[in-house]
DNA sequence: CTACTATTGATAATGTTTTTCAATTATAGG
DNA sequence: CCTATAATTGAAAAACATTATCAATAGTAG
C-alpha cells in the first residue's frame, strides 16, 4: 500500500531530494494530522520517531514541502504558524473553532461577486482567499 | 474640521486612554495610509512628526488601536504583521499587488454557499474571511 | 496648580526563524 | 557491494520580532 508519505516522499526525491529519516518523520505527523501544526508542535511529535530530529530540520523540510506545494501555511487569529497538508486546485479552508480540525473545500463560484468590484473598484482581480471557521459535527 | 485621527484619539481617551504626542504620531501615520503597515514601517514614518517616538510605543498603541477596533492585521503571503485601517462591520480586503493599496468593500452574500458547505460537512459556521487581490487601477 | 496614574522610552528578556559549518548519510554509478 | 559526491543533518550562533520591566515623564481631572 502507498500511503500518503510515501507519495511525499517520492515527490521529494523526484525534484533532487533525499529521504531521510528526518523527513520521514515530519512528513507523517503533518500528513496524519487532522489539524493545523505549528513547527514546534510537528518537531515534539516527529521526535518521538526519529529522537535526534533538530528544530531546524523541521523547518527546512517546512520550507520544501511548501514549495511543492504539498503543505499550506494556515492563518488564523492566534497566528500563523501553523502548516497543514495543502488541498488540491483551488480549494478552501474550513476550521474548527474547538478542535482545531481542518477540511478542505472546493471552491464556489464567486466570479459574480468578483466582477461587481472590479466595476466598482477599478481593479483587474486577479486571486481570492476565503477561510471558513465554525463548529465541526464531533464538537456541536 | 474633525479628522478621522481626531476621533480615533476621541475614542481612545472615552475608554481610559490619553491622548500623547506618541499615539497622535501613530494615529496619523495610519490614518493616512492606503496600504498596510508594518510596525517598523509606522515606527519610521512617525518619527518624522514626533522624534522621541519609540518602537515599543508603536507596538502598544497598535495593541490598543487593535483593541478597539479601528484598526485590523493584514495577513498576506509575505508576512502578517501589516495592520490597516479596520473596515465598518462586516467588510471585506482588497489589495493591489503592485502597490499595496488597500480597498475595504461591503461583503456580498455568501449564505447559499456556505448552507452547502455546512449540509457537506456537518459544521455550523460561524464566520469567514475572504481576501481578494489584483491589479488596482492606477496599476494597471 | 496639584495629585494621580497612564504612558513613555530604554533596556533586557523572550520567542521564532535563519544562517553557518563541520560531520553525516542518501544516492547514483561503477 | 563500494565509492565518490553532494544534499542533509544537528548544534550553536545570529538575526528578527515581540513582550516585559522599570524609573522618569506627562495627561487629565479636580
Do not use: N
Request: glycine residues 6%; hydrophobic residues 40%; aromatic residues 6%.
Amino acid at each position: 500500500m502507498v500511503t500518503r508519505t510515501d507519495h511525499w516522499l517520492e515527490k521529494l526525491k523526484s525534484t533532487d531530494g533525499r529521504v531521510t529519516d528526518a523527513r520521514r518523520a515530519v512528513v507523517d505527523v503533518i500528513v496524519s494530522s487532522p489539524r493545523p501544526l505549528t513547527p514546534v508542535e510537528i518537531f515534539d511529535a516527529a521526535r518521538k520517531k526519529h529522537l535526534h530530529l533538530g528544530l531546524v530540520s523541521v523547518y527546512r523540510t517546512l520550507e520544501k514541502l511548501e514549495e511543492l506545494r504539498l503543505i499550506q501555511r494556515v492563518h488564523q487569529e492566534q497566528g500563523c504558524q501553523a502548516f497543514l497538508r495543502a488541498g488540491v486546485g483551488h480549494q478552501h479552508l474550513l476550521l474548527c473553532e474547538r478542535c482545531g480540525q481542518a477540511v478542505l473545500f472546493d471552491g464556489d463560484d464567486l466570479e459574480s461577486l468578483f466582477s461587481r468590484i472590479s466595476q466598482q473598484t477599478g481593479f483587474e482581480i486577479k486571486d481570492h482567499w476565503l477561510q471558513v471557521s465554525g463548529v465541526c459535527a464531533e464538537c456541536k
